[in-house]
């Protein structure tokens, strides 16, 4: 079976950072994602998909990104219910994120922090670490001082 889902569209709010009883971090965020074509207006509409992310990579995301932040976003399709207050069954579908990109320029976002193109995976033991493609024309450093990195 296959479950992937790939995402690229701009953060409606700040990511929201919390941490369960046992101390691990979960960031929830929504990504607008313009679609293909226009409706009969001409007008082109954007659906509003919630997404969680887990761990270190929750932690480097909620520290690199913002409301507006152009962001990639790799992972799968999860669906869950829950009872809420009043007795009624909620079904929630959502994508939890498994790696990221940002994809603007710290120039080009209004100081926003950006990382230029790097990718960001959620790797087993909770660490992120940025890879690079060599082909990327936009494969230079960002302007980030040693004490901003999160890891």
Same mark, same amino acid.
Do not use: H
């Given at each position: 079976?296959?479950? %992937? ?13 919390k ?5 691990v ?16 207006? /001409? ?5 509003? @998909? %919630? ?21 990639? @976003?790799?992972? %799968? ?12 069954? @909620? ?13 603007e ?20 033991? /909770? ?25």
């Open positions: 079976m296959i479950n %992937r889902t790939v995402l690229v569209g701009r953060l409606t709010n700040g990511p929201e950072l941490y369960t009883g046992s101390g971090a979960v960031a929830t965020f929504t990504v607008a994602v313009n679609r293909q074509f226009t409706n009969s207006q /001409g007008e082109r509409e954007a659906d509003f @998909i %919630r997404c969680q992310m887990w761990r270190k990579a929750a932690e480097n995301f909620c520290n690199f990104t913002r409301k507006g932040s152009l962001v990639g @976003i790799d992972g %799968r399709i999860q669906t869950r219910s829950y009872e809420n207050q009043q007795g009624t069954r @909620i079904f929630v579908t959502e994508v939890v994120a498994e790696n990221f990109s940002l994809l320029s710290k120039n080009s976002s209004q100081n926003k922090p950006q990382n230029n193109g790097q990718n960001y995976q959620n790797q087993q033991n /909770g660490q992120s670490s940025p890879s690079r493609n060599p082909n990327d024309p936009f494969n230079s450093m960002p302007d980030i001082k040693d004490d901003d990195l999160p890891f």
